[in-house]
């Protein structure tokens, strides 16, 4: 039954690793999260079905979304999730062995080229070059069509060295590679560019590899204002997070950002918003406070047991992982967030 259910969710020779690495359980219970944290807004999306209707790109994302997390329109789908729902154990832990098979669509012959998803990453500079490959790479390996990477132009022919499965764009620009007089017209460049595709996505992932470079973390402050104004899910890791710690603006209030920080990234964002320490000792109400402090979004604190919150509630995903704390896993499971 697992080796059929492993087949049916990608059909790759290394689904396995993943899924026993814990991995894929907890990026599943995330999803399920983000859906129940936005019943409100697909309700609303009835009462703006017009509205939607005369953007149809974004009417088209928003009922992916709503298939993909789950599907309200489908009965059998909803009868899997109220199933799933009464087979959870304690009040905080997550059931996520049967959360994750009841989100995972099924492979269907009809679909054409890109219907299970089109990601992009964007990350990738002079330094990095390993982590926005590993997020693009992993989103690939479960399940997505295609992978793109929008990167700086010394980091593209390195990614593109690594797979020939990904499509880099050489598009972003550090200060050290642009005079002062002509960042305006360079920063035209890069927005116009990722607006021909944007509207394309089904997800992005923001931050794997981005390093901090100001010029750099500017154009992608703008990239994710389109994102949003396009209804774009996003994720946020790495240095994203360090961007939005700065700006909380590009994600409050927005309730398909995900943001997803290790224990450093994490600390910046409880002073950041909460104005204290962290405290372990009441972990779950302090991730919900932040949620709530930033407004709508949903947060994946990473660390022994994953606590995910979109403000409203607290769950943990405990599965044991490998007990190895290299880096990179991080980038892994944005890859797999930013697919499912
Ligand atoms: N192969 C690649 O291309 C990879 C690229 N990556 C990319 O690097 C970028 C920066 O990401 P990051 O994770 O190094 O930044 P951040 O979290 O600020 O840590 C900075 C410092 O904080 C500390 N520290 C960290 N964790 C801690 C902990 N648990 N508990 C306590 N302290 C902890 C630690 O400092 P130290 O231990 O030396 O004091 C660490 O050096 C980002 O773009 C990311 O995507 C990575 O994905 C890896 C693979
Ligand atoms: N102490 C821990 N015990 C078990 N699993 C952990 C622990 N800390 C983190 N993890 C798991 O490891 C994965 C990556 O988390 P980590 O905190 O290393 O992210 P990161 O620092 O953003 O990674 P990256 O190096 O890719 O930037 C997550 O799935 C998380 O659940």
């Known amino acids: 039954m697992k ?12 689904v396995e690793e993943y899924f026993f690495s814990g991995q894929l359980k907890k990026v599943c219970c995330l999803l399920m999260f983000v859906k129940h944290g936005m ?17 149809s790109a974004v009417f088209r994302r928003q009922q992916f979304l709503i298939r ?31 959360i994750l098979r009841a989100i995972t669509p099924n492979l269907d012959p009809s679909k054409h080229k890109g219907q299970a998803g089109k990601i992009a990453v964007i990350g990738g500079c002079r ?6 490959y590993f997020a693009a790479i992993s989103a690939l390996k479960i399940g997505a069509d295609l992978s793109h990477v929008f990167c700086t132009k010394d980091a593209a022919s390195v990614i593109k060295s ?3 499965e990904l499509i880099v764009h050489p598009i972003l620009e550090e200060s050290y590679s642009v005079r002062d007089e002509d960042k305006p017209s360079i920063s035209g460049k890069v927005l116009a560019e990722i607006d021909k595709w944007m509207e394309r996505f089904d997800c992005l992932v923001v931050g794997p590899g981005l390093g901090r470079d100001p010029f750099l973390l ?10 949003r104004q396009s209804n774009v899910p996003i994720v946020i890791d790495g240095d994203g997070l360090f961007l939005v710690t700065d700006s909380l603006d590009l994600v409050s209030g927005y309730p398909l950002a995900v943001l997803t920080p290790n224990v ?10 909460l104005n204290c320490k962290v405290d372990d000792h009441d972990a779950y109400e302090q991730l919900l406070s932040l949620a709530k402090g ?3 979004v949903t947060i994946l604190r990473k660390g022994k047991s994953d606590l995910i919150s979109d403000g409203e509630t607290v769950k943990s995903v405990s599965i044991y992982g490998s007990p190895r704390r290299c880096g990179g896993q991080g980038d892994i499971l944005s890859g797999r967030q930013v697919t499912l």
């Not at 500017?218 to 994102?227: N, S, T």
């Open 3 to 14: 080796k059929k259910f492993q087949l049916v969710i990608c059909g790759l020779a290394d």
């Open 39 to 55: 019943n409100s807004q697909f309700a609303l999306l009835g009462s703006v079905k017009h509205c939607m209707l005369a953007s």
């Open 68 to 98: 993909t997390l789950g599907g309200y329109t489908d009965q059998t789908h909803l009868k899997r999730m109220q199933q799933t729902k009464a087979m959870s154990g304690t009040a905080f832990e997550a059931d996520s062995e049967n």
């Open 127 to 132: 330094e990095y070059t390993g982590a926005p």
């Open 162 to 164: 690594y797979s020939p």
């Open 218 to 227: 500017d154009c992608v402050r703008e990239i994710m204002k389109h994102a």
């Open 264 to 273: 450093n990234e994490y600390k910046r964002l409880v002073e950041k918003v």
């Open 294 to 296: 930033i407004g709508s």
